[in-house]
């Protein structure tokens, strides 16, 4: 039971308008301080999610770059949000996988006392509310290694100058050890309302709603770290653009696929067409076991067991592995990894960086592609996907999330993003091509020109935000450890569930 004090404090009475938003993402460095039970765990936490049983205001309709946090080395990437009035900004991993918006508060007791927490007692506006369905004011989310428990609530909430007066959320009061780590406060959800515990309409779709984004989109740039040996736990992550994209961090085209046709809209899916492995095309599972969920608040790329099995049979010298790790695979480290993926248009490759989670103790690297479901594939029904696509893969494209018509595009990135490996044509499938992308605006007057200006470097207007100009890491071992693993996987079982 919460404390009747803390309850009657969000009983207490809980306003603007904004735009298109690019939200700069932070990574965390995942070097140190995993173990492979931690790892093994965060797996078994992303099987659960979905189903595997073990075994400043802007007017409306223009563009803002919203830096992202990458948070240990590629494993999470965070966004500032505003909760409250007056407002209390926050750190939350922006997470295409689940639709709730939940922040740790003070009156939370299982919380670590270092991280950031909301106290609802400083808002004028916060409201307790009841969920429409269930009428419960206490609600909690299920994750594989724990969960996280706390009050329905209503309040004012910002993110990149978009404001939703009402928004629906949950404030914590429980919370299992190990889901929230450093800056992180809690999660912002980014798929559809059906998937909600809260039974709230997220926070991206309530923008849509009010007619406040230019474009029924989001796009993402996220970084990549896990080559760099002297990242910081807290680094420059990208950008998030709430309301369009951001034309100069692709090149070409965006190549759209729509969404499956279903009853009700859960996670962004799409079907896994082809994938090919070292250049030669693998045979993926179809059908409903071709499903996928193109998963920001994931780190690494599960799969089911035939899917998985067929890429690294492709691979010389890999091996399953067992005991705790079961269900990943491992290769000779001097193997460069290279696989593409395709969903029904271009087949887009994955850094062979991105493949290589590190080493383990038999000398070989851990593979960034497991067996989501553990050495059983699930049966046909029940809308859960097979696949689910992270950071593995979405570092590798710039990556767009279309409300109408339902879609998701996939681009090139720029020299300016990184660059990223050129796409092959694919397999035939339901992609649509639009030249389409929205710049953003970033001199001083606001106007835009679709680049971004080169100075102040992008890197350095985005230091200033994540204010990362004082610490710095501990000394790194020469040889990328199998720790990376565990971080990277980490991402996935907090932003991931299946709502109950």
């Known amino acids: ?4 004090s803390l309850s009657l404090l969000l009983a207490l009475a809980g306003i603007a308008t904004a735009d298109t938003i690019s939200i700069p993402l932070n990574r965390r460095s995942i070097y140190s301080n995993f173990t492979t039970d931690k790892v093994a765990a965060a797996a078994e936490s992303l099987r659960f999610k979905y189903g595997y049983i073990p075994y400043s205001q802007k007017r409306a309709g223009q563009s803002s770059a919203i830096p992202i946090i990458n948070q240990k080395t590629d494993s999470s990437y965070l966004g500032a949000v505003s909760i409250g009035t007056p407002a209390q900004q926050f750190s939350v991993v922006l997470d295409t996988g689940s639709s ?6 003070t009156g939370c007791r299982s919380c670590d006392s270092e991280t950031p927490s909301f106290d609802p007692t400083r808002s004028s506006t916060i409201q307790r509310i009841q969920t429409s369905q269930s009428g419960q004011s206490e609600v909690d989310i299920h994750y594989g290694s724990g969960q996280v428990a706390g009050i329905v609530a209503q309040d004012t909430v910002s993110m990149g100058g978009f404001t939703n ?35 709230s309409t997220p926070f991206w779709q309530g923008l849509l709603q ?10 993402f740039w996220l970084t990549r770290e896990l080559d760099n040996r002297n990242a910081r736990e807290n ?15 692709f090149t070409g085209d965006i190549e759209f696929i729509n969404l499956p046709s279903t009853s009700q809209q859960t996670f962004w899916l799409l079907s896994m067409t082809g994938a090919t492995v070292q250049g030669k095309n693998v045979q993926v599972p179809t059908g409903n076991l071709a499903l996928s969920a193109i998963d920001t608040g994931t780190t690494l790329i599960g799969g089911p067991t035939d899917g998985v099995k067929a890429i690294y049979d492709a691979v010389p010298g890999s091996v399953a592995l067992t005991g705790d790790l079961q269900g990943f695979y491992a290769y000779p480290c001097s193997t460069e990894v290279q696989v593409s993926m395709s969903f029904g248009g271009k087949s887009w490759p994955i850094d062979p960086v991105d493949m290589n989670l590190g080493t383990i103790p038999s000398g070989q690297c851990l593979g960034g592609i497991f067996d989501l479901s553990q050495g059983s594939n699930v049966g046909s029904g029940g809308g859960n996907p097979s696949w689910v696509v992270g950071g593995t893969f979405l570092k590798n494209v710039y990556s767009v999330f279309r409300a109408n018509p339902p879609s998701i595009g996939f681009a090139q990135l720029s020299d300016l993003a990184g660059g ?14 639009s030249q389409t992308g929205l710049p953003v605006p970033t001199d001083a007057n606001g106007s835009g020109n679709g680049r971004l200006s080169p100075s102040p470097s992008i890197m350095s207007l985005h230091a200033d935000w994540l204010d990362l100009s004082g610490t710095t890491s501990a000394a790194l071992p020469a040889a990328r450890p199998f720790s990376i693993a565990l971080a990277l996987i980490v991402s996935s079982m907090l932003a991931l569930f299946i709502t109950q």
Do not use: Y
Not at 100 to 105: E, G
Not at 420 to 433: F, L, M, Q, V, W
């Open 235 to 249: 680094e420059f992550g990208g950008e998030f653009t709430l309301g369009g994209t951001n034309s100069s961090l």
């Open 210 to 219: 009010g007619s406040q984004l230019a474009t029924p989109e989001m796009s």
């Open 1 to 4: 039971m919460l404390p009747s």
């Open 420 to 433: 990223s490996g050129t796409p092959s044509p694919g397999t035939s499938g339901s992609a649509t091509i």
């Open 100 to 105: 709730d918006l939940w922040v740790a508060s």
């Open 165 to 199: 007066t009402q928004q629906t959320m949950l404030v914590a009061t429980q919370l299992s050890s190990g889901l929230l780590d450093g800056v992180a406060s809690g999660i912002m959800g980014l798929a559809f309302e059906a998937l909600a515990s809260t039974e």
